[in-house]
DNA sequence: CTGAAAGCGCTTACAG
DNA sequence: CTGAAAGCGCTTACAG
């Protein structure tokens, strides 16, 4: 006899409460007990508090697994994103917490690192969990990330970049747009001789790339000696050594547009160190608008983008699709803003 | 008949595959299929094999939840946090999920916004999902916190702070000792007249302020009027407000300690715009050496945080103990460092 | 090295 | 509004 289980509130070996346990002390059936707590609109009130009492003094907690089991719903979303130490995501994250919590839903977070085989690692990781459905991070996904994803047939939605795909939902801007805003920001300025400094590669570096090349190519002032893209991680060092590269390679530059913030911030560090006058003798801008932006000297030009909306509205949008209801877009553009600062 | 289980690999209504179609493909028990992919060693080398390529070719994920069920072991490890956006936790995190992700454990997070409630719906919420351990950060959780963790009899360890309690196990430094320490680098940098700035003041910052007020009773200098602290999150936009009530409160400051980096830059970056020299007017340090600190101009004289490590080493000990495994010490003090730089 | 039986703790239809 | 039965997909002893 290893638990007292007709006394679990005082039993020795106090196993953990089940819904039995609960549906015992009240003296109704485990599927009343059930029902109390996931549609109590269908027990009548004098149960339903007796029962709210058992529960709580047999501290019953719910068992998830055997809800996930026995209902072949998981409440489980799986959101994968590139990276916990870039704060853009964390916004995504806080995001999608957000519209998720009040539901019940439990966020399994994936940190992809910025890799295909990892991300494809995590899926197949978190499809263990049946999870209802998947945010992912931008577009571009490994041919099996792909596969295992429709064969579980587990709705997905996208984050960050807009998809022209029909079969896809997508919650973001246009990178391109954004990258060429800016790069005519600095033209509108009177910038002639505008630098690029990029790293990750990631596919919306990649993209505000080509907004920056198609915004000069335009102004026909497009020279690719002034691009330095390296695959490293972007970290506020690496845009440090980037703007010496480049200032060594295109010594003549006027502008730079970093590809993200924390790179600007490197760049402008940089300069300061050596006496290079922020935007007399270069002017510096970033991307996304971090905190320190607005607050550094001089402040940073910057683009803002709606990180924190964009996790919002795509697990809204993925609830929707959960629910089996038809949204009305399959691709939410939230736009993004030009802040015009000191240091351009 | 809903779904043609006779074949799956061409059904219509393909339903997921589950563990009983690969033995049935294979030809052997569902047994020795749950052998082949939990303990191979146990199963010959030929059915190894077959079941291998039915895996395969089934596209057999396994069910997270059933095997929680049966096995009466989850495999997630809950990890809790109080903020999300500070670079301090998600570096916590990575150490936690580089300590425990080769085996197969699944990193449940969950961000306390610094509150003991939240801790508490999350800990109800997290024991759901029946953790085979739970990660803290602090010594200060809510008593039913407490009771509900003791009673799901589950291991649990502390994270950034060291317990002086038998009963628990920590991984972190002294919060005292490193306040301690940069207020007696600044008293030996001969500022006389040192301002503290605090916010959030959660347990970990009012033990480093303690430590900065120990420090300078010790050298007969302590005046409570130089202390500026209040109760909302840490920004760098708040840093900056911070500094401008303390110099208006004691003008005659001539250094400042701030509980973190992020109200450090706020400070710098205010008082650069009101021309106060840094240094020479005003010595700035912060706490916990965020990326940013040594590239600023000034460079950050701050406390570097071994939080990466606090994150793998508890997560290390945390396993133990899912093992059952005695360990060596039930607190493990990582200790700090000085950074001594431009701003003192 | 392999398997038949039982059961983990819930929920889903289906009755009444 | 309530309940008896069956089952979700695994694993745990226990045999052999």
Redesign the interface.
Same mark, same amino acid.
């Given at each position: 006899m290893p638990n007292d289980s007709s006394n679990p509130s005082r039993g020795r070996v /106090?196993r953990?409460a089940t819904l039995a346990d609960v549906a015992k002390a009240v003296g109704v059936s485990t599927m009343t007990a059930s029902r109390a707590i996931g549609r109590p609109e269908l027990v009548s009130e004098e149960l339903r508090g007796q029962i709210e009492i058992a529960i709580r003094e047999l501290?019953y907690?719910? &068992? /998830? %697994? %055997?809800r *996930?089991?026995a209902s072949a719903r998981?409440h489980v979303i799986a959101v994968l994103i590139p990276s916990?130490?870039n704060?853009v995501f964390?916004?995504v994250?806080?995001g999608v917490?957000d519209a998720v919590d009040a539901e019940g839903y439990?966020?399994?977070?994936g940190?992809t690192r910025y890799s295909f085989a990892e991300e494809e690692k995590l899926v &197949?990781?978190h499809?263990?969990?049946?999870p209802d459905g998947v945010l992912l991070t931008g577009l571009t996904q490994s041919e099996r990330v792909r596969q295992?994803l429709s064969? %579980?047939g587990i709705p997905t939605v996208s984050m960050m970049d807009l998809s022209d795909d029909p079969d896809r939902y997508s919650v973001g801007m246009s990178q391109f747009d954004a990258g060429h805003t800016i790069t005519r920001h600095l033209l509108v300025k009177g910038y002639r001789r505008i630098g690029f400094i990029a790293a990750q590669l990631d596919e919306r570096t990649l993209k505000r790339a080509d907004g920056y090349r198609h915004a000069l190519q335009q102004a026909g002032l497009y020279d690719s000696r002034r691009e330095v893209l390296v695959s490293d991680p972007s970290?506020? *060092?690496l845009g %440090?050594e980037l703007v010496g590269r480049l200032m060594a390679r295109a010594p003549d530059c006027d502008a730079v547009f970093c590809c993200n913030d924390d790179l600007a911030?490197?760049a402008i560090?940089q300069c300061? /160190?050596r006496g290079i006058a922020i935007p007399q003798q270069l002017a510096i801008c970033g991307f996304n608008d971090l905190? *320190?932006s607005?607050?550094?000297?001089p402040s940073v030009t910057t683009i803002s983008t709606p990180r924190y909306r964009v996790g919002f509205e795509a697990a809204t949008l993925l609830k929707q699709l959960i629910c089996g209801e038809q949204p009305e877009q399959r691709r939410i553009d939230l736009g993004f803003t030009l802040m015009a600062r000191e240091s351009t």
């Open positions: /106090r953990r501290g907690v719910p &068992n /998830r %697994a %055997a *996930a089991l998981s916990l130490s704060a964390t916004d994250l806080a917490q439990q966020v399994l977070i940190n &197949n990781i499809l263990q969990s049946n295992m064969a %579980a970290t506020i *060092a %440090a911030y490197g560090f300061q /160190r905190p *320190a607005a607050w550094m000297n």
